[in-house]
């Protein structure tokens, strides 16, 4: 049993309005960098990095961040492969950070982030932005932009399909 | 992802899991140059080298690996141990497996030691081969394999196409016996040259060419490993005098000349320097010598995360 909750549509609107929330709380994007976390939130970063620099016509900083070495779940999960991590080269010190995820649910992938963040370099803000907000949070973290509040339960899956890995962009709920 | 639960032999890794080796490594080294070296990832765990051979670069290296990834680290040489009172392999497995090792490295004298610890039920964590008599050294092979990818190859592919010569004493080396295996499984052809004295029986059903002279084949090279000529192991004359074999095997700065385009020199150390390789050779801008202790902890780094860091994989048959 499954349906579609977010259409290809509603995911490009959704990060439209996220690029203009975040140039707005951050007036402007000279000092921003978006820091994706693989696979599926390194795909969102780069696309609202395109969206970003419609607005404002000029470039974004933005990379990626694989937060596997600091999971605190390793030991109880099937082995994971690293992803890639590519940090801009002006790096993070001192930067308006955004981490973007696909799905934001314990918030201990986050944990993992602020981890591995912790590692590079003294960000001056870091702020989350996440397509589909489901809810159940284990720690006291919250995003600062949302896509879509999708209140679940836990047996239900969430997935985000993206191109190119996917046919085609939607997220399916499904029990 | 499924990886194996011991590394003992490069034919535990088909090509994706060895791909796979190789890509976790070339991941590890973007921090290796960061401010901060240290990840929390294998924080609580214990790594036992067990080393009943000399060695420098491959124990440091394990160590500086586990270290990196939180590992505790316990150093085991059997100078200055119980081996040296006469106790046994399984006896020192037993205690190290009491005490709550998480993974054993061991380097040992003989063909099939770690093959021995890993099957006999004595540890309950994964085996790490780093060397075992003249048989295998996975490590070494797949850090052999990743200085030559990050030379010639892109990421995520194997090394198809190259053409790597392995110069020396073949019938004493692990080094050669893994890096003959992997190198091919990952596409890259391999020419073992040496003087018939020092090539193993058998060797005709490997997947190699042979040849006994250097010098023709020098020019069409992609990759040149020159082996370190094992003296210790040396039980008979392999050869006349070391000056006649350092003529017609040596690396020296004749031959590097040879050498053409972006071609380059490896060997596994230590070296005998005026041996096999003379001192301009191992210092010039060909020589991947200092890469390849460099890489060597990446290398290990992404075995023990691979090995280690699921407990799904290690711990079913506890």
């Known amino acids: 049993m499954s349906r579609i909750v977010l259409s290809s549509e509603d995911i490009s609107r959704a990060l439209k309005r996220i690029a203009h929330e975040i140039l707005e709380r951050n007036k402007g994007s000279e000092n921003l960098t978006l820091l994706g976390i693989p696979t599926r939130g390194a795909l969102l970063s780069a696309r609202l990095a395109v969206e970003i620099e419609k607005i404002e016509g000029s470039k974004v900083s933005h990379g990626t961040l694989d937060i596997t070495l600091h999971r605190d779940d390793l030991q109880t999960r099937p082995l994971k492969p690293l992803l890639p991590t590519f940090i801009p080269e002006e790096g993070i010190e001192g930067r308006d950070l955004v981490l973007v995820d696909d799905v934001f649910y314990s918030g201990r992938t986050i944990r993992a982030a602020f981890d591995a963040l912790g590692e590079l370099g003294r960000a001056a803000t870091v702020q989350l932005a996440v397509l589909v907000d489901r809810g159940h949070r284990e720690l006291p973290i919250r995003a600062d932009y949302v896509g879509k509040n999708l209140p679940t339960s836990r047996i239900e899956t969430v997935r985000v399909h993206l191109q190119p890995l996917e046919n085609l962009d939607e997220v399916v709920i499904s029990s | ?318």
């Not at chain 2, 295998?136 to 052999?144: I, K, N």
């Not at chain 2, 090539?199 to 082996?227: C, F, R, T």
């Open chain 2, 1 to 318: 992802m499924i990886f194996p639960r011991h590394l003992l032999s490069v034919d535990d890794l088909d090509y994706d899991q060895a791909v796979k080796v190789l890509d976790t490594a070339s991941e590890l080294s973007k921090f290796s140059g960061s401010s901060i070296k240290k990840l929390p990832t294998l924080r609580g765990k214990t790594v036992v080298n067990l080393f009943f051979e000399d060695s420098t670069r491959t124990r440091i290296s394990f160590e500086a690996a586990a270290k990196r990834l939180s590992a505790d680290v316990i150093n085991f040489s059997v100078k200055g141990s119980s081996v040296s009172k006469g106790e046994s392999l399984k006896d020192t497995a037993l205690t190290l497996g009491a005490m709550g090792a998480d993974a054993v490295v061991i380097r040992h004298h003989f063909s099939g030691a770690a093959q021995r610890l890993a099957d006999a039920g004595w540890i309950s964590g994964p085996v790490i081969n780093a060397g075992d008599g003249t048989h295998e050294h996975p490590t070494q092979a797949l850090l052999d394999a990743y200085t030559i990818r990050s030379k010639f190859g892109k990421d995520s592919e194997g090394l198809s196409g190259l053409q790597v010569i392995i110069v020396g004493d073949i019938l004493h080396s692990r080094v050669a016996r893994s890096n003959v295996f992997l190198l091919t499984k990952l596409g890259a052809e391999v020419t073992l040259v040496a003087p018939p004295t020092l090539l193993p029986v058998g060797i005709e059903n490997w997947p190699v060419k042979i040849s006994y002279q250097l010098d023709p084949l020098l020019s069409s090279a992609d990759v040149v490993m020159v082996l370190r000529v094992q003296k210790e192991r040396m039980v008979q004359s392999f050869f006349p005098t070391e000056r006649e074999y350092s003529r017609h095997y040596g690396m020296n700065s004749h031959r590097l000349k040879s050498l053409s385009g972006e071609s380059i020199l490896l060997h596994p150390g230590p070296m005998n320097r005026g041996l096999e390789i003379d001192a301009l050779t191992a210092d010039s801008s060909r020589s991947m010598i200092v890469n390849q202790v460099t890489n060597g902890v990446q290398i290990r780094m992404a075995v023990l995360y691979l090995l280690l860091s699921s407990q799904q994989v290690v711990g079913e048959e506890v």
